[in-house]
């Protein structure tokens, strides 16, 4: 990876600029026309090194409630079930573990109300009970890479 690159990556990784021009902005600050910034975010988007290109917005601020879920799934159901959950909107991600409660996600909802609806949906879905996990503390790390 070149030095222009390494710049250019750090450059987008926080800060952003919103306005009407923001890959010329970018450009200012670190030597680039707009068409270079955009270019190189191309090359490196399709050689993979950036994977995702968009804005990170905490969902409490915005009124939203969010909680981490665990569920116990047998292994006739465990395929039925993560394709369940992987499709309901508001599931950010979710995952399997070698645990007792095998399969973890993590679900964001416009409210409570509306996030115990979707829990008891999916329950009522997948025949899987599902164990909720809230949060007694906040813990965001904040990671950017530094080239």
């Known amino acids: 990876m070149d030095e222009r690159n390494k710049a250019l990556l750090n450059e987008i990784q926080a800060g952003f600029p919103v306005e009407p021009h923001p890959y010329r902005v970018i450009g200012d600050r670190i030597g680039m026309d707009e068409r270079e910034v955009l270019a190189r975010i191309r090359l490196l988007r399709k050689e993979g090194i950036i994977r995702?290109?968009?804005?990170?917005?905490?969902?409490r601020r915005l009124g939203y409630v969010s909680?981490?879920?665990?569920?116990?799934v047998p292994p006739q159901k465990f395929d039925a079930f993560v394709e369940t959950v992987?499709?309901?909107p508001g599931v950010t991600h979710n995952y399997e573990r070698r645990h007792e409660y095998n399969v973890w996600f993590t679900l964001i909802a416009p409210?409570?109300?509306?996030?115990?609806?979707?829990?008891?949906?999916?329950i009522r879905q997948t025949g899987v009970d599902i164990l909720e996990l809230p949060a007694k503390r906040i813990f965001k790390i904040r990671v950017d890479f530094r080239f």
Do not use: M, N, W
Not at 53 to 58: E, I, M, Q, T
Not at 67 to 72: I, Q
Not at 112 to 120: M, S, T
């Open 67 to 72: 909680t981490l879920l665990a569920a116990k």
């Open 86 to 88: 992987g499709a309901c």
């Open 111 to 122: 409210s409570l109300a509306e996030k115990k609806r979707i829990v008891e949906e999916l």
């Open 52 to 59: 995702r290109f968009g804005a990170s917005l905490d969902s």
